[in-house]
Every structure is written in structure tokens, then in C-alpha cells.
T-cell receptor, first 115, second 115 residues
């Protein structure tokens, strides 16, 4: 089966600009996650969707970050305006809902550099 | 608070030598524990997981890990390192006993394999 797709793979922007990342999860996976991975750190969950509803966005900086999953399939993460400290890899993951714990499958990530 | 500590941000071994990557966790309930591997410019791939069954868990590529409750540890081992094992390894905990899918990641250990 096809894996989690993300685009673009790389993005370089100036601070105060806006940027958007796209994620298409594995077909049939109801749960979608966005993580931020800063260099030298482990991934940190930004937001979790169940279908098109938000389950957890407690670590999303809502003054500048937004995410949507309007039709319960693909998702977009936006940063506006970007700051230098937003430079990171943004990982998308998805999982199904069949068991009590469901493995997360990760995409290749989008590497964002803010200058 | 629940957390994961990985001792040693960089580990270097010779090809054919034992690989030992250390992970300690804190959790108020019996945790689910995971090891992920990340190759350059790729997403995270699940190596193995502990979900309260056998304490010695075998994963892909010859890796295994042992859950030791008394030591709150889940160290990753491989008897003989291969050049292709060079990557970054992340330990992660689901501190809710699988009740949710949330993962908390450690800061990662970069494994170098010398010829």
C-alpha cells in the first residue's frame, strides 16, 4: 500500500512569510498527526485529527500555526507569519482505528528553513 | 510528567560489534514503549514495540529490546552492527497504556558504524 505522502520536501522562506505543508495519509486511516522535529530533538506532536475533528492541539502555537483536514482525508498545516525558530522538519503520520493502540506510519517530512 | 530519556546523543561502534542504545522512561501507568529508526531525509520507521506482553521484544533488522519495569528501562540491542544500521534512533512512550495513540519521543541517539 502507498505510504504517507508529504509535499513539498524542502522549503526555504524569509521570516514573517507564510508557508503551507500538505499531507495525504495512508488510505483508510482515520487519524492524522502533525509533528515538529527541531534539529537535535525528538518529534513533538503539534496536532492530532480523528477524521476531520481535532483530538489534541495542546502544543500547537495557535497564534501562528493552523491546520485543517476538511474532508477527513488530506491535511494542510500553515505557518503565518514564520519565525526563525520554526526551522524544523514537519512530519505527518497516520494510523487506523482498528485496535486499542494503533501504529503510526510516518511520511518523509518537509524540511523548513526560515532565514 | 511522563517522559523519555535517551542516554548518549551519539554512539559509535565498529562493524560487527554489539549495539546498545539506552532508553529510560517515566510513566504513572504501565506504558507502551517503542523504538523508531530514522534514516537521513526519511520519516520514522517502527523497529519494535512493547505493549504489555512478552518483556523481550524482537523487531526488524535483528534488533531487540527488553522491558525492565524495576529499572524503568527499554534498551535497544543488536548483537552485531552492520554498516546499514547507521541512522538516528528514537525511543518513544505511550504513557496511557494504549488508551490513546499519543507518543512522547526522546531526543534521539545517532548511531555511527565504523568499518
Amino acid at each position: 500500500e502507498a505510504g504517507v505522502a508529504q509535499s513539498p520536501r524542502y522549503k526555504i522562506i524569509e521570516k514573517r512569510q507564510s508557508v503551507a505543508f500538505w499531507c495525504n495519509p495512508i488510505s483508510g486511516h482515520a487519524t492524522l498527526y502533525w509533528y515538529q522535529q527541531i534539529l537535535g530533538q525528538g518529534p513533538k506532536l503539534l496536532i492530532q485529527f480523528q477524521n476531520n475533528g481535532v483530538v489534541d492541539d495542546s502544543q500547537l502555537p495557535k497564534d501562528r500555526f493552523s491546520a485543517e483536514r476538511l474532508k477527513g482525508v488530506d491535511s494542510t498545516l500553515k505557518i503565518q507569519p514564520a519565525k526563525l525558530e520554526d526551522s524544523a522538519v514537519y512530519l505527518c503520520a497516520s494510523s487506523d482505528n482498528r485496535g486499542s493502540y494503533n501504529e503510526q506510519f510516518f511520511g518523509p517530512g518537509t524540511r523548513l528553513t526560515v532565514l | 510528567a511522563q517522559s523519555v530519556t535517551q542516554l548518549g546523543s551519539h554512539v559509535s561502534v565498529s562493524e560487527g560489534a554489539l549495539v546498545l542504545l539506552r532508553c529510560n522512561y517515566s510513566s504513572s501507568v504501565p506504558p507502551y514503549l517503542f523504538w523508531y529508526v530514522q534514516y537521513p531525509n526519511q520519516g520514522l520507521q517502527l523497529l519494535l514495540k512493547y505493549t504489555s506482553a512478552a518483556t523481550l521484544v524482537k523487531g526488524i533488522n535483528g534488533f531487540e529490546a527488553e522491558f525492565k519495569k524495576s529499572e524503568t528501562s527499554f534498551h535497544l540491542t543488536k548483537p552485531s552492527a552492520h554498516m546499514s544500521d547507521a541512522a538516528e534512533y528514537f525511543c518513544a512512550v505511550n504513557p496511557y497504556g494504549g488508551a490513546t495513540n499519543k507518543l512522547i519521543f526522546g531526543t534521539g541517539t545517532l548511531l555511527a558504524v565504523q568499518p
